[in-house]
């Protein structure tokens, strides 16, 4: 194991449908210089990524899709598919 991994801290924020999880991944996100969102609908990860974009600019921001409905949505923010993000998070 990595010893930068050893410094990391993980939350997990669990609770019924809205009740702000998402939004709370989403200010974490953008507390960091860099960070992605895993969403599980297509019509999510496009909400997120307005979001985002609205609160960093277009240039900081992609909205990468998997195929077959939707499934595996990602949103990364600032270092594009890097896999050394500071903030990550996953909503399903």
Same mark, same amino acid.
């Given at each position: 194991?990595?010893?930068?991994?050893?410094?990391?801290? =993980? &939350?997990? +924020?669990?609770?019924?449908?809205?009740?702000?999880? @998402?939004?709370?991944?989403?200010?974490?996100? %953008?507390?960091?210089?860099?960070?992605?969102?895993?969403?599980?609908?297509?019509?999510?990860?496009?909400?997120?990524?307005?979001?985002? =974009? &609205?609160? +960093?600019?277009?240039?900081?921001?992609?909205?990468? @899709?998997?195929?077959?409905?939707?499934?595996? %949505?990602?949103?990364?923010?600032?270092?594009?598919?890097?896999?050394?993000?500071?903030?990550?998070?996953?909503?399903?």
């Amino acid at each position: 194991m990595p010893a930068r991994w050893s410094t990391r801290n =993980v &939350t997990a +924020v669990l609770g019924p449908t809205n009740t702000g999880k @998402t939004h709370l991944a989403i200010e974490r996100m %953008l507390g960091h210089e860099t960070g992605m969102i895993g969403l599980p609908l297509r019509l999510l990860a496009r909400e997120v990524f307005n979001k985002v =974009v &609205t609160r +960093v600019g277009v240039d900081k921001v992609a909205l990468v @899709t998997g195929g077959n409905g939707g499934i595996g %949505l990602a949103l990364v923010r600032a270092q594009l598919l890097s896999s050394d993000q500071e903030a990550a998070a996953g909503d399903q």
